[in-house]
Each structure stands twice: as structure tokens, then as C-alpha cells.
């Protein structure tokens, strides 16, 4: 071990990877701890959140990321993988929020969905709507909105949703066609039963142009020349052209700082930095890079990492996991269970 912490150390600066979601945020901190010229800025490089847990955990050596930018929390063969290449003491850092918001142009009909209408207008093949107590799937026959339900508006189903392979699409197929398509219980049980048949059903999507891929700055000039279609955006890009968009509600709920701080809308993740605990006191600047990360002029309700899009913890979540952060506590298992725990302990807190 001391062989490879030496190897880290002699390269001198901080080695960060990962998703490119987090990627402004890791630059922000990088310039502003680089700024005195005492430490050399860090490396920071996009390789998507799954590209950079596979770097992280590949054996230790000069070259590997001291730490990698996750854009959802670590999968147990992640960890094990880790585990199994030497890399055993991994701090868990939980850093805030991402969401995206499904808009459309101002003047286009005002809409609110459930998360089962987006996965009947956006599947390739759906419960057959002729027969409600079938389990048979047939190709989508939907071609409006009133279609799928009579309450909603008269307009062709068009959306521009996040391209494949694209970390967004994973967030938009785990809370979206996923729930979508569990909301008919006969297709829930092929979870268990038929794999393969229900990963078909679930994910599959419709070809015939009512489902668009584009992402980036593009799906707003395209919203706002097409009346009628909605299309899926990053929460800050959102905030920026609501002169021009406006937000559907999902279930019921509409995209806020607050209601994607408190996991309530559908469309929301929380963001983590994995980090080897043994790098820090060794690699310079890591500790720097992480304190100024965990400082609320950072990562607080007016940081500014809000500013350019990340939306804050709550005030005491953010002290667990800089707490977490400061006295390098290792994870003992993958992070869905750990996350939910710390959201307990800072909710108790609060309440105190």
C-alpha cells in the first residue's frame, strides 16, 4: 500500500474522473483551490460516471483517480470490484442534487402527467388498451396526449428525451419509463419471472418520430420553435429560459430547489464523489479539494456551485457528510442503504 500512495503522491496534483454531469462543479472547486498558486490545479477529466468507477477501481498506481465524480450512487459490483483490486477504504460524499425538468414552450398547452402516461406515450409497446384485464402488449397506438388519457390536450406526442448511452438516459429510464411501466402489475412480476421480457416492455421505446434524442443546449431552441412538443432539460438549464419554457408537473409535483432537495419530484438524483481515503495527507491537494467542496461557500444554499446548477442538501445532511468527508469514514457496503441512513440521521438532527 505504501508503494502505491508514494506512486500517487509523486505525481503531484489531484487526479479527479467521472461523470459529466458533476464535471462544472469539480472545475469551480479546482480553479478556486489552484487559485493561490501553492497547489497545482487538479486533473479533472470526463469519462461518463461508470468509465470513471472502473478507473477508480482498477489497482493503484501513479496514473489512477484519486477521486471520481458519480452521477448515482455506487452498484455493489462496483464495490466489489474495488474490494477486489485492492482499493478497500472508499469515503462516500455526497454532494447535492440533480434533476431534470420536461418542459415546453410557452405557448404551448399547458400539461400535467403521471410518470404512467410518459411511459404509454414514450414505449414501443404497451398494455393493450382494447382489453384492460390482458397481459399482452401491442405495438404504441397512441398518437396524441388525449389518447392516453381524455383530460389532456389534443396534441401530438412528441418528446425529446435524453440519447442512449447518455448518463441522463439512465436517470430518465430508472425514474421514468421504469416506474412507468411497473404501474401495470402483470409487467412488474416479469421482473422475476421473464427478464428479458420485461426489460423489452420497460425500456424499449417507440421509432415512429414521437420519441426524439437530442440533448444539451439544442432541446431548448428546439422547444421553442416546435409549439406543442416537450422535451427533457437539466434543472439549471430550466431556471435559465423560463422566459421562454415552462415545467410540466410529474405525479403532481413541480420541479423546485425544494422539491428535488427532498426527493419528492419523480425526476431527480443525488450526486456523489467516492475518494480513497488513503491518498489523503499523501496527494496534495486532495484534503484542500475536499474541504473547499464541503465548505457551504461551496456546496450551501448560496455556494457557488448553486449557481451553476447543483441543488443543495439541506443544511443538516451537509454536515454528515462533511463530517463523513473530514474524519475519512470508509463505506462498508455500496451506498443506496448508507444514503438513506445519513438522510435519517440529518433529518433527527434537524428535528432536535
Known amino acids: 500500500m505504501m508503494q502505491t500512495a508514494s506512486a500517487a503522491e509523486m505525481r503531484g496534483f489531484v487526479h479527479i474522473s467521472g461523470s459529466n454531469t458533476i464535471r462544472p462543479f469539480a472545475d469551480a472547486v479546482a480553479d478556486r483551490i489552484s487559485k493561490s498558486g501553492k497547489i497545482k490545479r487538479p486533473w479533472v477529466e470526463s469519462t461518463s460516471t461508470g468509465g470513471g468507477i472502473q478507473l477508480f477501481c482498477q489497482p493503484d498506481t501513479a496514473e489512477s483517480p484519486d477521486l471520481v465524480n458519480a452521477a448515482r450512487p455506487m452498484k455493489q459490483a462496483e464495490f466489489e470490484a474495488c474490494n ?7 469515503v462516500e460524499l455526497k454532494i447535492g442534487y440533480s434533476g431534470l425538468v420536461l418542459a415546453h414552450a410557452k405557448k404551448g398547452p399547458t400539461l400535467e402527467l403521471t410518470r404512467k402516461e410518459l411511459y404509454l406515450a414514450l414505449s414501443g409497446n404497451v398494455p393493450d388498451p382494447k382489453c384492460g384485464d390482458c397481459d399482452t402488449l401491442v405495438p404504441n397506438p397512441f398518437k396524441t396526449w388525449k389518447d ?30 421504469k416506474a412507468g411501466c411497473e404501474s401495470f402489475p402483470f409487467i412488474a412480476a416479469w421482473r422475476e419471472t421473464q427478464r428479458g421480457k420485461y ?29 406543442g412538443s416537450v422535451g427533457f432539460v437539466p434543472y439549471k438549464q430550466y431556471v435559465n429560459n423560463t422566459a421562454r419554457l415552462s415545467a410540466v408537473s410529474i405525479d403532481g409535483v413541480a420541479p423546485s430547489v425544494e422539491s428535488i432537495a427532498a426527493n419528492r419530484y419523480p425526476i431527480a438524483r443525488p450526486l456523489f ?9 499523501k496527494v496534495k491537494g486532495l484534503r484542500e479539494y475536499l474541504d473547499e467542496l464541503t465548505s457551504d461557500k461551496a456546496w450551501g444554499e448560496k455556494g457557488y456551485l448553486a449557481q451553476l446548477g447543483l441543488v443543495p ?40
Open 84 to 90: 477486489a483490486s485492492g482499493i478497500k477504504r472508499i
Open 148 to 177: 392516453i388519457n381524455p383530460s389532456l390536450p389534443d396534441t401530438k406526442i412528441e418528446v425529446i428525451a435524453p440519447p442512449f448511452g447518455s448518463g441522463v438516459r439512465e436517470l430518465f429510464e430508472e425514474t421514468i419509463l
Open 199 to 227: 426489460r423489452e416492455a420497460c425500456f424499449t421505446l417507440r421509432k415512429d418520430g414521437a420519441y426524439i434524442e437530442e440533448s444539451g443546449d439544442a432541446v431548448v431552441g428546439l422547444l421553442a420553435k416546435s409549439v
Open 273 to 281: 464523489v467516492y475518494f480513497k481515503a488513503d491518498h489523503v495527507g
Open 313 to 352: 442538501m439541506p443544511a443538516g445532511e451537509r454536515k454528515l457528510y462533511a463530517a463523513d468527508a473530514k474524519q475519512l469514514k470508509v463505506m462498508s457496503a455500496p451506498t443506496e442503504t448508507v444514503a438513506a441512513a445519513r438522510i435519517s440521521r440529518a433529518v433527527q438532527q434537524a428535528d432536535r
